[in-house]
């Protein structure tokens, strides 16, 4: 391999470096649990359950509805682009993350919500306020998750 084609690789690995720090050093990894005690949901109900796992750039989201239903979905942001969220209708979400703080645009048939997250100075608590238009719905949502 030449050292011109060799120079050319290398802001390509260094670009991919940078990813794999930032990634590493993201304060939303891990396991977050909803904490309804603290949390709003207008219109409700509250879900029985939610946990949020930010694990290797991907967001996976489990729970119980508030019917009772079992739910999984999970999508992997692609910076300044609206990713296709596996296990939801044709819901997409473009994000955008700044050290705490992590912003969502969510889209689909039935309208625009914005979601925004916001951990504690603690890094113990994740807030996150979602408003918008959901199942043609207003939707202010106030959720509080806890890390584990």
């Known amino acids: 391999m030449s050292l011109r084609c060799r120079l050319s690789i290398l802001p390509v690995v260094f670009a991919c470096a940078l990813t794999l720090s930032a ?3 993201n304060s939303f990894e891990g396991k ?3 904490n309804a005690e603290n949390s709003i949901f ?5 879900p029985k359950s939610e946990t949020l796992t930010f694990a290797n750039g991907t ?3 489990e729970g119980v509805s508030a019917q009772g239903h079992s ?8 910076p ?4 296709l969220v596996t296990g939801r209708d044709n819901l997409t979400v473009e ?15 039935s309208g625009t919500s914005y979601g925004s997250g916001q951990i504690s ?8 306020v979602l408003i918008g238009t959901r199942w043609g719905n207003h939707v202010y949502e106030v959720s509080v998750f806890d890390k584990q």
Do not use: C, I, N
Request: hydrophobic residues 35%.
């Open 23 to 25: 990634q590493s050093s």
């Open 32 to 34: 977050w649990v909803f």
């Open 42 to 46: 207008s219109p409700g109900p509250l």
């Open 59 to 61: 967001l996976t989201v």
């Open 71 to 78: 739910f999984q979905w999970s999508f992997t942001p692609v």
């Open 80 to 83: 300044g682009k609206a990713v």
């Open 95 to 109: 994000t955008k993350e700044s050290g705490d703080t992590l912003v969502h645009m969510w889209s689909d048939k």
């Open 121 to 128: 100075a603690d890094g113990k608590t994740m807030r996150y």
